[in-house]
């Protein structure tokens, strides 16, 4: 049972450019979390979504950062016309059912980095 | 979310237990205590949980006291491949986000 698959690992992008970040959940898992890591500092919780929803998005930068999590596919993390700041690692998780007495499984991470 | 206090960093030499305090004063009835780690450059890995009774799985052990104002993470004999930060994380039963705080940096030395 594969784990939660983020791709690509290392992302590159240029001030002003689209940086897109993939999520594969593990197999089972309908509940997606995504996580932004900054230097130096620990994770902070951005979004949360289940199939076609986005249930909490109370830690997402209010511009040029989006999440979908599609019936078919995997999550992905979009970030508009990226700045420096944006340069972080993005970690995704999942989780079976509902929420609540039950463990998150993260992902590897992708780091992303703006110059 | 109940706040978590954790100690910065501490040490363990290899094959001796590692415990790791952790503070959780306004821990309210219905909040669960999480611990993860997260080994340098990876993603976090989820370690035990716990309400209100001791856990024990085959990574550690969980001591909850009986207050429930604190908790200690047991690892019972560090190797070096449990160097990490680890963080102590207070999450309603309801709840779903993760708080990561600052956590302890465990440094197991030969």
């Known amino acids: 049972n594969a784990g939660v698959m983020q791709n690509p690992r290392h992302l590159v992008r240029r001030r002003g450019q689209e940086a897109r970040l993939r999520c594969s959940p593990m197999?089972?898992?309908?509940?997606v979390y995504w996580y932004r890591q900054l230097p130096e500092e620990g994770l902070k919780f951005m979004v949360y979504?289940?199939?076609?929803?986005?249930?909490?998005e109370s830690g997402m930068p209010k511009e040029r950062f989006s999440a979908e999590f599609p019936k078919e596919g995997p999550s992905i993390l979009r970030i508009q016309q990226v700045v420096r700041g944006d340069s972080a690692a993005y970690f995704c998780?999942?989780?079976?059912?509902?929420?609540?007495?039950?463990?998150?499984?993260f992902g590897q991470g992708t780091r992303l980095t703006v110059v | 979310d109940a706040k978590t206090t954790q100690p910065t960093s501490m040490d363990c030499a290899e094959g001796r237990a590692a415990n790791l305090p952790c503070n959780h004063s306004?821990?309210?009835?219905?909040?669960?205590v999480y611990w993860y780690r997260q080994i340098h450059s990876q993603g976090p890995q989820y370690i035990i949980h716990?309400?209100?009774n001791n856990e024990t799985n085959e990574m550690a052990s969980l001591i909850i006291t009986e207050d429930r104002k604190s908790s200690t993470l047991i690892l019972p004999h560090a190797t070096l491949r449990d160097t990490a930060v680890y963080y102590c994380i207070v999450r309603k039963n309801s709840g779903y986000a993760l708080n990561f705080g600052k956590g302890t940096s465990l440094l197991v030395t030969p």
């Open positions: 197999k089972g898992h309908s509940h």
């Open positions: 306004t821990i309210s009835g219905n909040e669960y």
């Open positions: 716990g309400l209100k």
């Open positions: 979504l289940q199939k076609e929803n986005i249930i909490d």
């Open positions: 998780a999942s989780s079976p059912g509902t929420p609540g007495d039950t463990e998150a499984f």
